[in-house]
């Protein structure tokens, strides 16, 4: 080994001659340089910058840091990670179709003529909306003439806190390596980098240099349990270029979006590893000058590639069990959080609305009125969504679907199921369905159900009626194994769920966890982020407070809550009491909610004692709210309010005063199938 020792210790010593140019501004953007040796050199800039909240904004700064680094002598230039717009993925449900961009687009287009005119590389990384519908975080490379030559997708997709992009991004399926004027190039996009396996795939391409642009900081002030990000970020990159003898370059962003605090720190390594250049933690383009006949001389000199054992990594490129790489099987640990799925908003667009019939006399002694009631929702929700039917026996098949004839219903958009259940309560014996919208993936999660706490042993059977709905819908199945009721949480959609203590922490549910373990079964199951906890439920309700008879989300940071204005009325403590907790809370992201009241009904009571009834048990359709009202004078200042929340919807109230005597009334019958 000694003449190949000595050819990388001559090339390691050229590039020892460092000159730092701290002092240079020009305008507002600081040039940090690193000069080296010149055979086979070339100039990368590297553009580290905060974003803000308009990306034309952001666009237009780019391009001007870009023509910085040309001017600074820069060959090949990159942006970091989704140069154009803060980072979207820290929560999930965000709608960000509009922040997606086609390729060629904009910045494309943009940087073409940059590159065309300087006759540079750039590198454009922007989030896709792809030909074949999908979403991807892409890196485009634009070479010296301006053309587009490639277009790489991510392909390691994380799902943390704080960087939820499982839902957001279509996983790529390889990786590629370009042939530029200035040299062989990859692009592996942050995630990415921690992966040996996809620096490894590109080196044995030919890359001679691997391009990270990137987007990573602490999602909270306090340093993560396992140590700091930055120098895990750093020393594995640095790893891959040692191990692959390859250099590195790697573009952080700056600035604090949310929680999250981009450090920064972009910088370049040589073929083994050592430090080139660095950013700080502030904006800064990056120049460094680099020799890539390096890369040669160390991969000779200790033999990675030609000593490797590839008939011994086998291991190594065995798939995860099912037909589709980008979603493997379920596995034990998964959760619909960990596989990038969330519970959406109820306002959000449905496939269906599934209902069971009622045809239970010990539930509803005036069963009649309660079978007008449903008549008159199908009819009114059936133009909104397709209607999935539960119905106990053949005979009360053909009397509904008879009667939904003779009403002008298109029996085309209802599907009847015949199969035996207890009660119409599908909103709790039901499943929840999450989405994966970058997968285009819907999955149920199946909780336990044991009738609210035991309280009607014969309605226990209930809680089979998810496995019967997958037996039509075959979709992946989650369970967490716990009690919950699907009327006990209520979301927003965007990482923010609504609940009770009555409900959910009593000893009748789930006699074993705390409130923390609970919080942690909500986070992974509904994916959500933040728990927002009331009290106490409302007279009557024999599930023990569920919320969605005291306080749903209408909008992302608006809630509106069952407010009872008499004292003397038993209703006024507990809801009192939730409206001052909605009036001190917050969303996701910290900020207030605005908080809406809804009146109560006067008190629907017979022989039998007090009913829940509230107006908060609507239901939200796709040009419907559908509000239970019960012949108060309340019912109307109840559906003005609900049609200010719902200025796209027609809100229209329809009795449930028969069907309230069963306890519970139409959010309590539903359960909406979310569209993708």
């Keep these: 080994m000694g003449r190949s020792i000595s050819r990388i210790a001559a090339v390691l010593a050229s590039t020892m001659t460092v000159s730092y140019m701290d002092t240079l501004i020009s305008d507002q953007e600081k040039f940090v340089y690193h000069e080296a040796v010149e055979v086979g050199g070339v100039t990368v800039g590297l553009i580290q910058m905060a974003m803000g909240n308009d990306a034309e904004e952001n666009i237009r700064t780019a391009g001007e840091k870009v023509r910085g680094a040309i001017a600074a002598g820069a060959n090949i230039i990159c942006l970091p990670e989704l140069f154009y717009s803060r980072y979207f993925p820290r929560h999930t449900g965000t709608d960000v179709a509009a922040v997606a961009e086609t390729v060629p687009g904009r910045s494309t287009a943009l940087f073409s003529a940059l590159a065309r005119e300087h006759q540079v590389v750039i590198i454009v990384p922007v989030f896709e909306e792809g030909t074949d519908g ?44 370009v042939s530029t004027r200035f040299g062989r190039i990859a692009v592996l996009i942050c995630y990415d980098q921690w992966f040996p396996e996809a620096a490894r795939c590109v080196a044995l391409e030919g890359a001679d240099i691997i391009f990270y642009p990137t987007a990573i900081g602490h999602p909270t002030a306090a340093e993560p349990g396992e140590g700091n990000w930055q120098d895990a970020w750093e020393l594995i990159q640095r790893s891959h270029a040692i191990s692959n003898s390859v250099h590195v370059a790697a573009i952080n962003r700056v600035g604090l979006e949310g929680q999250i605090r981009f450090f920064g720190g972009s910088f370049v390594t040589d073929a083994f590893g050592k430090i080139l250049a660095k950013a700080g933690d502030h904006e800064e383009t990056l120049i460094a000058q680099i020799d890539t006949t390096m890369n040669s001389a160390v991969r000779d000199s200790w033999g990675f590639f030609r000593n490797r054992r590839p008939e011994t990594y086998g291991r190594i490129t065995v798939p995860f069990p099912g037909s589709d ?87 085309s958009r209802i599907t009847l199921h015949t199969n035996e259940y207890s009660d119409v309560w599908i909103r709790d014996y039901g499943p929840t369905f999450v989405i994966n919208r970058a997968l285009s993936k819907t999955a149920l999660v199946r909780w336990n159900f044991n009738a609210w706490g035991g309280k009607y042993e014969d309605q226990v059977r209930d809680g089979k009626i998810p496995v019967m709905m997958n037996r039509r819908l075959n979709l992946p199945l989650f369970e967490p194994g716990i009690v919950l009721e699907g009327g006990s949480i209520d979301v927003n959609g965007r990482g923010t769920v609504l609940t009770t203590r009555a409900c959910l922490l009593n000893p009748n549910r789930n006699p074993a966890l705390s409130a923390d373990k609970i919080e ?30 005291i306080a749903r989300f209408v909008g992302p940071s608006t809630v509106v809550c069952a407010y009872e204005t008499d004292i003397t009325d038993a209703n006024y403590p507990s809801l009192h009491d939730n409206f001052e907790i909605l009036r001190q809370a917050t969303d996701q992201d910290g900020k207030p909610l605005t908080v809406v009241k809804l009146p109560m009904p006067s008190p629907v009571s017979d022989a039998d004692g007090r009913y829940p009834a509230s107006y908060t048990n609507f239901y939200i359709g796709n040009t419907i709210v559908i509000v239970p009202v019960f012949d108060d004078p309340h019912d109307a200042d109840a559906i003005r309010i609900l049609q200010e929340q719902f200025p796209d919807r027609n809100v229209v109230g329809i009795s449930a005063r028969a069907m309230v005597e069963g306890y519970g009334t139409f959010h309590c019958g539903t359960q909406q199938q979310p569209k993708l």
């Design 325 to 411: 790489g980008t979603f493997p099987s379920l596995r034990p640990g998964d959760t619909p959080r960990n596989r990038g799925f969330h519970m959406p908003a109820e306002w959000e667009y449905h496939e269906a609305v599934w209902l069971s019939w009622p045809h239970n006399f010990q539930t509803f002694p005036r069963l009649a009125e309660v079978e007008l009631a449903y008549y008159e929702f199908v009819f009114r929700v059936h133009t909104s969504e397709r209607v999935e039917l539960f119905v106990p026996s053949a005979v009360i098949h053909r009397k509904v679907r008879s009667r939904l004839r003779e009403m002008g219903v298109d029996l």
């Design 134 to 177: 999908r979403y991807y975080n892409t890196a485009a490379v634009i070479d010296a003439d301006g053309k587009l030559c490639a277009q790489y997708h991510k392909v390691h997709i994380p799902q943390d806190p704080g960087f939820f992009e499982k839902g957001y991004f279509y996983p790529g399926d390889g990786y590629k390596v």
């Design 520 to 549: 942690e079964k909500l986070r992974e199951y509904l994916g959500v982020e933040h728990v927002i906890w009331l009290n106490d439920g409302i007279v009557g309700d024999d599930t023990d407070g569920h919320i969605d008879d």
